[in-house]
């Protein structure tokens, strides 16, 4: 949010510089992110002087160009070359004088330079008004005053105003704050401790008063839910043109581009007061009726920016007798604007529902500064006062008379807050005892209304426009952020207290198996646990019925809680794939969200996501693309690592995998992984093949803790290790083989471990080799020959009785 420093200072009269205030606002909790320069003419006109133009010749080498020379206050007068058609002598210009910096209207910077221009030297400019940035007039030079002073600055002639912004970080409880009066109001609190007591000015509006009753337009409001208050009042005889200079000024400061003097005013008042209004066409107002109602579902509406919208049910509108006109408290129709054309008005000045305005803002995907300020709740009792504020301004400058008595509907006055505080209480959440009466000074600073004393704190009460102020720890924190968290003294002792804590926390395991898949070359991504509700489509596991919807989305791919991590890690692989990134590794700790007819549940999951080659491109090694089993062993390493060995796998039952396997401990699962099925990667545009993983990390960790984990000293005997070459079934599977092998020797066998697979010639048809080491050691003594032997006799023997092996 702007504020403009020259417009603040209309409300409190304060010599402090813009550096200081800015410190002090900030230490009020209005941040201030940065202060900008705003001067009404880019360049301030620096360098640009008034001179008197002595000669003007016919240049030698050119039909359209004038040798003058002008005199501009120096002892010597200037040659300048201009090709302007009007310039003669005897008149008063602008000169821009070698060396000053002039904009285009695109903000471009150009500097003067001396020069010769068709060989005629030239040691300046003589400035058109659009030249100057003082309109966009390029017919001829400006032709200024002949009582002017020759040397006279133009600054000094034009008035060119020169401003400081501030730029306000405003938390979205400040709605109070949402304006040059709401921080005028605070800094008055701030100067207040600091034993600077100055008024605050507010407009004065004591002048208003109607011409005559010659336009009256009734209003109906049907839902006062919505729209509790309603104001409203007609002005005749106004004519719509160009603002005075210095209302363009104190608009563009903040940012905002000038439209017309009705419309300026308007958005005057609302940065002025923080109170929105809209301005009618009075004679586009059928029946001379204002309804402030919905409408059905689906009616057509076109905003003031040219789009069609439909309406939703739940929109409230500004209507007239036949059709809807602005969307209330959020945009205005485009068909009953104020125009070049208008000459009499309704001004609306109405204070609607926060939750109504922000649900229909979200739901046309708009964002103005009306409706920034309605969802925050702005202050229902200044409605009418800026609406008599407004109405004199467009008085004094647009003319016209007002026609008609106020309207104000509200039936049902919204109530202040009453609060209780304790001083007891304060003092406990400040860490300090602040005298009391620095308590009353600072609340009644702020206009909260003290009812009553006693020794033990205040009767409070708070007024509407403080709706984020509603308990006692609210006005605890409004009390120490004016009297400065800084003077609140550090204590000089720290008390602490030490708990136990399990090695299984979840955060301490997640970031041991982050680490270890960070040193695989793995990346941690962090999604959005909001949303599309069209992925349930992709997956028959998922349910409709189980999604936790948001009541007000930001969009509509985030209107609900995920039920899976799978879609929104293919969203972030298909963004880096896009971007040429195609090897790719990534994990997410992260939760999804189901809703059940019982309740509602949140469930922990890590997701593993491999896509690509497993390494870089190298000129020293092949690149290798990632594989099923690439996959199985990450997840393995990461079981391992806590301990689960004991694992039962069997076929993955969920529809979004192609293949896949599922690994469990008993009845928990822990972990489904395998390749995802291309229909669902269609959806995402991703060509490629991708393995995920996804582990119930609920389950991991409840077996974790199940996990004792057992220290052996290191054997001090050496291993010994022996090779099968066997012919096997293709049928046979390596578990089987490994699974003979630990039943045949249950102490010395240490591993089993596959090397190589040979398929094809020179084997008998449904036959394949497999090349197999094992591992033998005793841990009490060396092993030899003979038991050796012995050992790998038997294996061999069980595997040509069990699986119908030859030693090849």
Not at 314 to 337: E, R
Not at 669 to 676: I, Q
């Amino acid at each position: 949010m702007k504020i403009s420093y020259n417009w603040l200072k209309q409300f409190i009269k304060t010599d402090w510089d813009a550096e200081k205030t800015g410190e002090l606002l900030t230490d009020l909790g209005l941040e201030i992110e940065g202060i900008d320069t705003f001067e009404s003419v880019k360049g301030g006109l620096k360098g640009i002087v008034v001179g008197e133009v002595l000669t003007c010749e016919q240049h030698p080498n050119a039909d359209r160009l004038k040798v003058t020379t002008v005199n501009i206050g120096t002892d010597t007068p200037l040659q300048i070359v201009c090709g302007a058609p009007n310039v003669a002598a005897g008149q008063k210009v602008p000169v821009a004088t070698i060396g000053t910096t002039l904009y285009t209207e695109e903000g471009e910077a150009w500097k003067i330079k001396k020069g010769k221009i068709r060989g005629e030297e030239s040691h300046g400019m003589i400035c058109a008004e659009d030249e100057l940035g003082l309109g966009k007039s390029h017919d001829g030079i400006m032709v200024l005053d002949a009582d002017i002073k020759v040397g006279t600055p133009a600054a000094e002639i034009f008035k060119v105003e020169n401003d400081q912004v501030f730029e306000i970080g405003l938390t979205p409880n400040r709605a109070d704050a949402m304006s040059h009066y709401g921080v005028a109001r605070d800094l008055k609190a701030g100067l207040l401790q600091k034993e600077i007591s100055l008024e605050l000015i507010t407009p004065s509006v004591s002048s208003y008063h109607v011409d005559a009753r010659a336009l009256k337009i009734d209003v109906d409001v049907k839902d006062y839910v919505k729209a509790p208050r309603y104001c409203g009042v007609t002005i005749s005889g106004l004519k719509v043109e160009t603002s005075p200079a210095w209302l363009q000024n104190r608009l563009k400061s903040i940012g905002l581009s000038p439209i017309n003097n009705i419309v300026d005013i308007t958005n005057y008042v609302l940065h002025e007061l923080g109170q929105p209004l809209h301005a009618f066409d009075a004679d586009k107002i059928a029946d001379k009726k204002i309804e402030v109602r919905t409408c059905k579902a689906g009616t057509k509406f076109t905003t003031l920016d040219g789009v069609e919208r439909e309406l939703h049910e739940d929109d409230l509108m500004i209507c007239d007798s036949n059709k809807p006109m602005c969307i209330a408290g959020v945009f205005g129709g485009i068909d009953s604007g104020v125009t070049e054309n208008t000459t009499r008005i309704f001004l609306e000045s109405a204070y609607f529902n926060p939750i109504s305005v922000r649900k229909t803002a979200k739901r046309h995907g708009l964002n103005t500064d009306s409706s920034f300020r309605f969802e925050r709740g702005i202050d229902p009792n200044l409605t009418e006062y800026a609406l008599k504020r407004a109405a004199l301004l467009i008085l004094e400058i647009a003319g016209g008379e007002i026609t008609s008595d106020i309207v104000d509907a509200y039936p049902k006055k919204i109530k202040d807050f009453e609060v209780r505080l304790s001083f007891d209480n304060a003092e406990k959440l400040i860490g300090e005892r602040i005298p009391e009466e620095t308590i009353k000074s600072i609340l009644s600073s702020l206009d909260i209304k003290i009812n009553n004393v006693t020794e033990a704190g205040v009767g409070l009460t708070v007024p509407a426009f403080r709706n984020d102020v509603q308990r006692e720890a609210d006005i605890i924190e409004e009390i120490l952020r004016v009297y400065g968290y800084n003077n609140i003294a550090t204590t000089t002792k720290l008390n602490a207290s030490i708990s136990n804590s399990s090695k299984f926390e979840d955060y301490k395991l997640q970031n041991i198996i982050g680490n270890q898949l960070a040193s695989q070359g793995f990346f941690e991504i962090m999604a959005n646990s909001l949303t599309s509700p069209k992925y349930i489509e992709l997956s028959e596991d998922l349910n409709e019925a189980h999604n936790v919807k948001m009541l007000n989305p930001l969009s509509n791919d985030l209107e609900v809680m995920r039920q899976s991590l799978l879609f929104s890690g293919l969203e972030a692989l298909a963004h880096n794939i896009n971007r040429k990134r195609d090897d790719l590794k990534l994990f997410e700790f992260g939760k999804t969200y189901h809703q059940y007819s019982e309740a509602r549940e949140e469930h922990k999951h890590l997701s593993i996501f491999v896509t690509g080659n497993k390494s870089e491109e190298r000129w020293n090694a092949p690149t290798t693309p990632s594989d099923f089993f690439y996959l199985k062993g990450t997840i393995e390493v990461v079981l391992q690592r806590l301990g689960l060995t004991r694992l039962k796998s069997a076929p993955v039952t969920s529809d979004i995998f192609s293949e896949g396997m599922s690994l469990s401990i008993g009845k928990k699962k822990l972990v489904d992984f395998g390749l995802v099925k291309k229909s669902v990667l269609k959806h995402f545009s991703i060509s490629q093949k991708v393995l995920y993983a996804d582990f119930n990390w609920d389950n991991v960790l409840e077996m974790a803790q199940h996990n004792k984990i057992k220290f052996n000293a290191i054997p001090k005997y050496p291993e010994v290790k022996r090779d099968f070459a066997l012919l096997l079934d293709n049928k046979v599977t390596f578990k089987e083989i490994d699974t003979i092998a630990k039943q045949t020797e249950k102490q010395l066998l240490k591993s089993v471990n596959l090397f190589d697979v040979y398929e094809g010639k020179n084997l008998p048809e449904g036959k394949k080799s497999y090349a197999i080491s094992f591992i033998l050691q005793d841990e009490h003594k060396t092993l030899n020959d003979k038991q050796i032997d012995k050992i790998m006799s038997k294996l061999q023997a069980n595997f040509e009785k069990q699986l119908g092996a030859e030693l090849r």
